[in-house]
């Protein structure tokens, strides 16, 4: 087997928690009203549309269009967004630490996020600048599952997939990967990750 050389990382749900919910439990306190209107007005479909570059200020103005009695609760969706991060995933960060700062990895990040909100992140996390190369949605105006996102990745980065891994929490995300030749894995919790890693033939620890 080629030995693995290169890991990929998705970073929302595998480096970086993150969920809405942190901020509605405060902004919509009942459960029910909550759900509906995750699920109904500021849901993950629009939340793409601004990760694919959609300006925030349009994406917003949008579903004011279509919700105006929800104005107060979608504008906190952006106003308020940073209260979105629950932290770093901490036993990801020491797998994303020990392979470049220990295996000597090569590391790259392909995530689906807001040219907007993304240099929020960066500010706050310092294992984001470990990376030898980031593609965001949001800059690029393409996003996952887009095979081009992936292709656009392989390409800037000379990147042979044969050599290397995907992880990506979100399952759509990794057929994609596979087509192209990526080793992947659907990723759960860290332990879970380590596992995986260690299971492939040409992984070294």
């Not at 995530?111 to 800059?139: C, I, K, M, Q």
């Not at 656009?152 to 087509?179: C, G, K, M, S, T």
């Amino acid at each position: 087997m080629p030995r693995i050389t290169t890991l990929v990382f998705d970073l929302g749900g595998v480096l970086i928690d993150w969920n809405p919910i942190y901020l509605y439990n405060s902004v919509i306190p009942d459960t029910e009203e909550r759900r509906r209107f995750l699920n109904e007005v500021c849901t993950m479909d629009w939340n793409e549309e601004q990760d694919a570059g959609r300006p925030l200020r349009e994406g917003t103005q949008h579903l004011i269009g279509k919700f105006p009695e929800q104005e107060t609760q979608i504008r906190a969706y952006y106003d308020r967004w940073e209260e979105m991060l629950g932290g770093a995933i901490r036993g990801t960060v020491e797998i994303l630490r020990h392979c470049k700062f220990d295996a000597g990895m090569k590391l790259y990040a392909l995530t689906n996020w807001s040219a907007e909100t993304f240099p929020l992140a960066l500010a706050r996390y310092d294992f984001l600048h470990w990376f030898d190369g980031r593609l965001v949605s949001g800059e690029e105006k393409i996003r996952k599952p887009s095979p081009d996102f992936y292709q656009l990745l392989i390409h800037r980065y000379h990147i042979r997939p044969e050599n290397a891994v995907y992880v990506d929490d979100n399952f759509r995300n990794l057929a994609p990967a596979a087509a192209l030749g990526f080793h992947t894995i659907h990723f759960q919790s860290p332990e879970q990750l380590k596992l995986e890693l260690s299971a492939i033939d040409g992984f070294q620890w």
